[in-house]
T-cell receptor
Framework: GAVVSQHPSRVICKSGTSVKIECRSL??????MFWYRQFPKQSLMLMAT?????????EQGVEKDKFLINHASLTLSTLTVTSAHPEDSSFYICSASGGGDYGYTFGSGTRLTVV | DQQVKQNSPSLSVQEGRISILNCDYTNSMFDYFLWYKKYPAEGPTFLIS?????DKNEDGRFTVFLNKSAKHLSLHIVPSQPGDSAVYFC??????????FGSGTKLNVKP
């Protein structure tokens, strides 16, 4: 079945530094990747949608200069949290789709803690 | 504006009985629905999906029912097992565009 690998699973960084999270589709070509963030006691909130080879589309309220998304190949998308602050601490999850009725496959998530 | 709602934050069921998780949506353009299961500190795991051309989809112990006129989706788990204890999210999309998730229902299956 379709597998999406997300790394790292946990990361702790100092305030002001940048963190990169990778999302890889292992056995299919992901034409579209989605990045979500889970706030405490709330559902997953869509941050941005990226299509391979084009700029990501960000949801309202999401700072594109702070959350850099790169979808340079059909199997890899990265989310970079730049100049991280404690309020960026959260659970980030990617999902990927090969299009059509393939369905969506989620990564295992990354718990980011900014200290 | 929450387009997908799960009004029951938690549900407790005895092992062997049926678990019924409910989900309501407001957008009539939604045509594809998913149920996900999530354990703590892990990403969601896909369970079962249904497209709007169907009203029922069954996969083993899991069955999803779709009532388009009521804009209501439900997941039935029978028989329920302790390993089913997790948070269940429903999600909906229109033409495979972005997915909107409900806030989740925490299922506890008691041995």
């Amino acid at each position: 079945g379709a597998v999406v690998s997300q790394h790292p699973s946990r990361v702790i960084c100092k305030s002001g530094t940048s963190v990169k999270i990778e999302c890889r589709s292992l056995d299919f070509q992901a034409t579209t990747m989605f990045w979500y963030r889970q706030f405490p006691k709330q559902s997953l909130m869509l941050m941005a949608t990226s299509n391979e080879g084009s700029k990501a589309t960000y949801e309202q309220g999401v700072e594109k200069d702070k959350f850099l998304i790169n979808h340079a190949s059909l199997t890899l998308s990265t989310l970079t949290v730049t100049s991280a602050h404690p309020e960026d601490s959260s659970f980030y999850i990617c999902s990927a789709s090969g299009g059509g009725d393939y369905g969506y496959t989620f990564g295992s998530g990354t718990r980011l803690t900014v200290v | 504006d929450q387009q997908v709602k799960q009004n029951s934050p938690s549900l407790s069921v005895q092992e062997g009985r049926i678990s019924i998780l409910n989900c309501d949506y407001t957008n009539s353009m939604f045509d594809y629905f998913l149920w996900y299961k999530k354990y703590p500190a892990e990403g969601p795991t896909f369970l079962i999906s249904i497209s709007s051309i169907k009203d029922k989809n069954e996969d083993g112990r899991f069955t999803v029912f779709l009532n388009k006129s009521a804009k209501h989706l439900s997941l039935h788990i029978v028989p329920s097992q302790p390993g089913d204890s997790a948070v269940y999210f429903c999600a909906a999309s229109a033409s495979f565009n972005k997915f909107y998730f409900g806030s989740g229902t925490k299922l506890n299956v008691k041995p």
